[in-house]
């Protein structure tokens, strides 16, 4: 005996600090679905969950960045008193617009002309035209930036531009663009276009988390035309057997100068260069009041899973919510239950084409529950939905980057584009319904026929996407 404990009791005693400091420390700052993942792992392999926790159990970034962030707070707030000196906004639409630019840092505006293209290949034709007549800047800001036949059709355009004398930029998402980062770099580089990374991830140096990335496709032509939305610069058939279908909006007018600042400000976070101090304020191009709500780790709360929250709580009539992947909180939920339960009818429209397994067997976990609360489930056939949209009565819509999940709004940066006219909406809601059109609804007493394995799976997916 030599009086020393033996590494078995080491060890032991060492799960239990780790089980012990897991209460005190995952619950900071995180969902109680994510807490109760983390929990549930980390009791039941406290060593392998602490590891998991430390890689990727944090959504927040480094110190730096929210340094940098916080310095870019005067320059945003400089445009927003420019941009509200055009025309008046609504009396209905003030409430929304007060809490968006609270979230975001960024006004609503009327005056502006919006235009929606569901086309795919139609956006990428249209962003080449523009960028064809482009006399001053061309910033792309996008997730994916491929370097097959799509993007080599944009490179080329951008080439053209650099050879009249514009300055062009591109900023690319490191993990979403991983499959043809080289490539598209290369090409860029060769096109005497200035590139850069969105959130590089560095073994070594640790600056962020693999999984925090910039998922906002933001695209600005001499400041005055810009395009928001769901499509990157990819073939749109780049997954076999999936074809993606998009939403875009293309807008001119005041809230332009909004989607400058934003992508300036993304620039400066990476580069570490102040952003141009002045951003003009494109003039009044139309009738349509818009509004950019910027959102993500940055910010101190989740923008557009707050403002969708609120909405749905205010909803009178109608509301569909169009998504590719659908793993809400109890929030998002709670208030689409409470909404069915006033009398408001609900359509949830998510693709019935599949293109990752595991996030569409954790959506599959919520459907019974939604059903039996009344919320109608479309299943779009044929195309991979990837487009984010929202229409709440005939009063406001959203068109953006942010998938209604747990990683658009806690992980992701995000841009979502909020349109508070008549007829802005109404053209978001005409766009919907065609997707209910080309859907089948899902039928509870069909739905609950499934296997009892599959529902397990189901379940156990919903639980692991809770890891954040």
Same mark, same amino acid.
């Given at each position: 005996?030599?009086?020393?404990?033996?590494?078995?009791?080491?060890?032991?005693?060492?799960?239990?600090?780790?089980?012990?400091?897991?209460?005190?420390?995952?619950?900071?700052?995180?969902?109680?679905?994510?807490?109760?993942?983390?929990?549930?792992?980390?009791?039941?392999?406290?060593?392998?969950?602490?590891?998991?926790?430390?890689?990727?159990?944090?959504?927040?970034?480094?110190?730096?960045?929210?340094?940098?962030?916080?310095? =870019?707070?005067?320059?945003?707030?400089?445009?927003?008193?420019?941009?509200?000196?055009?025309?008046?906004?609504?009396?209905?639409?003030?409430? @929304?617009?007060?809490?968006?630019?609270?979230? /975001?840092?960024?006004?609503?505006?009327?005056?502006?002309?919006?235009? #929606?293209?569901?086309?795919?290949?139609?956006?990428?034709?249209?962003?080449?035209?523009?960028?064809?007549?482009?006399?001053?800047?061309?910033?792309?800001?996008?997730?994916?930036?491929?370097?097959?036949?799509?993007?080599?059709?944009?490179?080329?355009?951008?080439?053209?531009?650099?050879?009249?004398?514009?300055?062009?930029?591109?900023?690319?998402?490191?993990?979403?663009?991983?499959?043809?980062?080289?490539?598209?770099?290369?090409?860029?580089?060769?096109?005497?276009?200035?590139?850069?990374?969105?959130?590089?991830?560095?073994?070594?140096?640790?600056?962020?988390?693999?999984?925090?990335?910039?998922?906002?496709?933001?695209?600005?032509?001499?400041?005055?035309?810009?395009?928001?939305?769901?499509?990157?610069?990819?073939?749109?058939?780049?997954?076999?057997?999936?074809?993606?279908?998009?939403? !875009?909006?293309?807008?001119?007018?005041?809230?332009?100068?909004?989607?400058?600042?934003?992508?300036?400000?993304?620039?400066?976070?990476?580069? /570490?260069?102040?952003?141009?101090?002045?951003?003009?304020?494109?003039?009044?191009?139309?009738?349509?009041?818009?509004? =950019?709500?910027?959102? /993500?780790?940055?910010?101190?709360?989740?923008?557009?899973?707050?403002?969708?929250?609120?909405?749905?709580?205010?909803?009178?009539?109608?509301?569909?919510? !169009?998504?590719?992947?659908?793993?809400?909180?109890?929030?998002?939920?709670?208030?689409?239950?409470?909404?069915?339960?006033?009398?408001?009818?609900?359509?949830?429209?998510?693709? !019935?084409?599949?293109?990752?397994?595991?996030?569409?067997?954790?959506?599959?976990?919520?459907?019974?529950?939604?059903?039996?609360?009344?919320?109608?489930?479309? #299943?779009?056939?044929?195309?991979?939905?990837?487009?984010?949209?929202?229409? @709440?009565?005939?009063?406001?819509?959203?068109?953006?980057?942010?998938?209604?999940?747990?990683?658009?709004?806690?992980?992701?940066?995000?841009?979502?584009?909020?349109?508070?006219?008549?007829?802005?909406?109404?053209?978001?809601?005409?766009?919907?319904?065609?997707?209910?059109?080309?859907?089948?609804?899902?039928?509870?007493?069909?739905?609950?026929?499934?296997?009892?394995?599959?529902?397990?799976?189901?379940?156990?997916? !919903?639980?692991?996407?809770?890891?954040?």
């Amino acid at each position: 005996m030599t009086g020393h404990p033996d590494f078995e009791t080491i060890y032991y005693a060492c799960e239990w600090a780790v089980r012990i400091g897991a209460l005190a420390v995952v619950p900071l700052r995180r969902t109680p679905a994510a807490t109760r993942s983390w929990l549930l792992l980390i009791f039941f392999l406290p060593i392998p969950g602490l590891l998991l926790f430390l890689a990727i159990g944090s959504p927040r970034f480094p110190a730096w960045r929210e340094k940098r962030f916080k310095a =870019l707070l005067p320059f945003f707030t400089d445009i927003a008193t420019r941009q509200k000196g055009g025309l008046p906004i609504s009396e209905d639409h003030l409430s @929304i617009a007060a809490l968006a630019e609270k979230l /975001g840092h960024m006004p609503a505006t009327s005056g502006n002309n919006c235009e #929606l293209l569901d086309d795919y290949d139609g956006v990428i034709d249209r962003l080449v035209a523009d960028i064809g007549e482009a006399r001053h800047t061309v910033h792309l800001l996008v997730y994916i930036f491929a370097d097959d036949a799509t993007g080599r059709r944009v490179i080329a355009a951008l080439a053209d531009a650099r050879r009249r004398g514009v300055e062009c930029r591109v900023m690319l998402d490191s993990v979403g663009s991983a499959r043809w980062r080289k490539g598209a770099i290369r090409l860029l580089s060769e096109a005497d276009v200035e590139v850069r990374e969105a959130l590089p991830f560095h073994v070594i140096h640790n600056r962020t988390r693999r999984d925090m990335r910039n998922h906002r496709k933001l695209f600005l032509i001499d400041g005055v035309i810009g395009y928001a939305g769901s499509q990157n610069i990819v073939d749109k058939d780049f997954r076999t057997g999936v074809v993606n279908h998009e939403l !875009a909006a293309r807008v001119t007018g005041p809230v332009v100068a909004s989607m400058v600042a934003l992508v300036e400000a993304d620039w400066s976070l990476e580069t /570490g260069t102040p952003p141009d101090a002045v951003v003009t304020i494109p003039p009044v191009a139309g009738q349509a009041c818009a509004q =950019l709500l910027p959102s /993500g780790a940055d910010y101190p709360l989740e923008g557009f899973e707050t403002l969708l929250v609120w909405q749905l709580h205010r909803a009178e009539h109608h509301v569909i919510v !169009a998504t590719p992947y659908f793993i809400p909180d109890e929030d998002v939920l709670g208030a689409m239950r409470t909404a069915v339960a006033r009398g408001v009818t609900v359509d949830l429209v998510v693709s !019935a084409v599949v293109d990752q397994p595991l996030v569409s067997l954790a959506q599959c976990s919520y459907y019974d529950d939604l059903l039996k609360a009344g919320i109608r489930v479309n #299943l779009f056939r044929d195309y991979l939905l990837h487009a984010k949209n929202v229409s @709440i009565d005939d009063r406001f819509a959203i068109v953006g980057s942010s998938n209604v999940d747990l990683r658009s709004f806690q992980l992701n940066e995000e841009a979502s584009l909020l349109l508070l006219d008549a007829s802005s909406v109404a053209a978001v809601r005409a766009i919907q319904q065609g997707y209910i059109d080309g859907s089948d609804k899902l039928d509870l007493a069909t739905w609950r026929q499934r296997p009892l394995v599959r529902r397990l799976i189901e379940n156990i997916a !919903a639980l692991v996407s809770s890891l954040l």
